[in-house]
């Protein structure tokens, strides 16, 4: 599927085929017992009280993000347009790792402070769960 596909099925809510990505994401806290320093999480340096990455299905990703962003800055994902969300992933794409402010519900389930200051998520990559080969469609 392309990038157009999926930011179709993210604006109209398609959650057949968003079940079938997985979004990466790299969660930094800023805060906390511990001092900030240099964190290595796969390929990425950062610096952070802790840092850890996560993968989470498409549904979750959609229904757990409050806003995404774009070179403009932050825009809700209650509003974003189909070439706002194709922009978002494009930037995944690039390993430009954009931004996401997630809702109240994912951050206490993974202890992510509330305030928005003391933490960060980045979206690392955007994977298919599909295996097709060539020529073969989707079912």
Same mark, same amino acid.
């Given at each position: 599927?392309?990038?157009e596909e999926l930011a179709s099925a993210l604006v109209k809510r398609r959650y057949d085929v968003l079940r079938k990505y997985r979004f990466k994401l790299l969660i930094r806290l800023l805060t906390g017992p511990r001092e900030l320093t240099l964190q290595r999480v796969e390929d990425f340096e950062i610096i952070a009280?802790?840092?850890?990455?996560?993968e989470v299905d498409g549904?979750?990703?959609?229904e757990n993000t409050t806003a995404i962003e774009i070179a403009?800055?932050?825009i &809700?994902?209650?509003s974003a347009r189909e070439d706002e969300w194709l922009e978002f992933l494009e930037r995944v794409k690039e390993k430009r790792?954009?931004?996401?402010f997630v809702g109240m519900a994912f951050r206490s389930r993974f202890s992510i402070p509330h305030n928005a200051a003391e933490y960060d998520v980045y979206v690392l990559e955007v994977t298919s769960e599909e295996v097709k080969g060539e020529g073969? &469609?989707?079912?």
């Open positions: 599927m392309s990038l009280t802790k840092a850890w990455t996560l549904v979750e990703f959609l403009a800055g932050f &809700s994902t209650e790792r954009p931004r996401i073969e &469609s989707p079912q």
